[in-house]
């Protein structure tokens, strides 16, 4: 089947009934576009597609290599162990995609009995068809599994969470300089009946994040800021006057606060244009994890790195279990698990561009690989 064959961006269900609430309501925020065209529940991408691996739109590391999930499957048990080995401890995935890492990481749990015994998986995702896809994949291994469509619905204990690429696909707001004012950065309808960015009227001082308040902006500047993150970092934070918490979070993004519009669609492994397809192709934006850490810390939570991947993966001993994978493989094997481990270290490929952060209650130990440095 042809590119070609797809329904056209104006027939697609979604963008139908997102012009028709522009058409009632008048111009919404870029982030209401995006919540609407990653999340909704009817006619959302997440909702209506299966977009991770080589026949969808985009790959993602749990895809490329069982080290990625096996890695960090060990590291929250490192990290338990460093809360005192808890039982029971609750092990979150946000947004698990497929469910490949969370089975690579049960595989390798297996190892270590006395975590098995303590564990329960939570798995964080708001699509019932992804959820669908997530069930079939931990079938029938070790470890039971709950899911949740927010951390706040989770009960209370002690919590290691680890999220891969879930930032970025959280809705952005995008504010717009002009002059000695910030807009709400808003999609409309032109004449042609084709979505168009537009602005909306100048925002208060008080309905400012302070990174707007602090920065020098020049004229058409673009903030970008994530109200979901301030949701996620108040939910967990909540949670550790309680109990040990950490988490793991690995996205692309930026090291500093800056200026730029970041949103981005991907369709069919190539890029596309984020206004068109509503809901049929991947949109992102780039994770500010200066933002991240600066929210975190706010919330009396300690924060390590980020990290590149790539650094990461190779401190938690990338290359052990590549040669142990190596030394049993046959030859076309082989040549999968060495592009895979590249792929996921390698600072050209994915090794720089995406980075880890790690929090945690305060108290705690440095969680690996920070200790160590
Ligand atoms: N972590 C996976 C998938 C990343 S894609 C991987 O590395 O392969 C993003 C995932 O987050 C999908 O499973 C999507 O359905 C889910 N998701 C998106 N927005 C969400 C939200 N607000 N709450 C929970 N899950 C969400």
New binding site residues.
């Given amino acids: 089947m042809s590119a070609q064959l797809k329904p056209r961006a104006e027939t697609a269900p979604l963008a139908a009934r997102l012009k028709a609430r522009i058409a009632r309501e008048g111009r919404i925020s870029v982030a209401a576009y995006m919540d609407a065209c990653?999340?909704d529940p009817d006619v959302g991408y997440?909702a209506t597609r299966h977009p991770?691996g080589a026949q969808g739109d985009f790959i993602?590391?749990?895809?490329i290599s069982q080290i990625f999930g096996e890695l960090l499957g060990l590291w929250a048990v490192a990290v338990w162990q460093s809360m005192g080995a808890p039982k029971p401890v609750v092990v979150a995935e946000?947004?698990?995609?497929?469910g490949?890492?969370m089975a690579d990481a049960r595989r390798a749990w297996r190892s270590v009995p006395q975590f098995l015994e303590a564990v329960t998986v939570a798995l964080?995702?708001?699509?019932s068809s992804?959820r669908d896809v997530q069930q079939e994949a931990l079938r029938g291994a070790p470890a039971p599994v709950q899911w949740f469509?927010?951390v706040e619905d989770m009960p209370q204990g002690p919590l290691i969470v680890i999220a891969?690429?879930?930032l970025d696909?959280?809705p952005v707001r995008q504010l717009v300089r002009r002059g000695v004012h910030w807009h709400e950065r808003c999609v409309a309808v032109d004449r042609h009946d084709a979505f168009v960015f537009t602005e909306g009227d100048a925002l208060q001082a008080e309905d400012l994040p302070e990174a707007a308040l602090a920065l020098d902006a020049p004229d058409g500047a673009i903030l970008e800021i994530r109200p979901?993150v301030e949701r996620l970092m108040s939910a967990l934070a909540a949670r550790t006057s309680e109990a040990p918490l950490a988490a793991l979070f690995i996205d692309y993004g930026h090291d500093e606060t800056g200026f730029g519009d970041t949103l981005q669609a991907v369709r069919n492994h190539a890029y596309a244009d984020p206004l068109a397809a509503s809901g049929e192709a991947d949109l992102t934006a780039h994770v500010d994890f200066a933002a991240l850490k600066r929210n975190a810390k706010t919330r009396g939570l300690d924060v390590y790195g980020p990290m590149p991947q790539g650094a990461l993966l190779l401190k938690l001993g990338l290359e052990a279990r590549r040669d142990r994978l190596l030394a049993g493989a046959t030859p076309a094997q082989r040549d999968s698990i060495l592009s895979g481990a590249a792929r996921l270290t390698d600072p050209r490929q994915m090794g720089a561009l995406f980075k880890a952060l790690v929090l945690t209650s305060d108290g705690l130990a440095p969680p690996p690989p920070f200790g160590d440095i």
């Fill in positions: 990653v999340a997440y991770i993602t590391a749990p895809e946000l947004g698990p995609g497929r490949t890492l964080i995702e708001t699509s992804m469509d927010r891969n690429e879930f696909a959280l979901g």
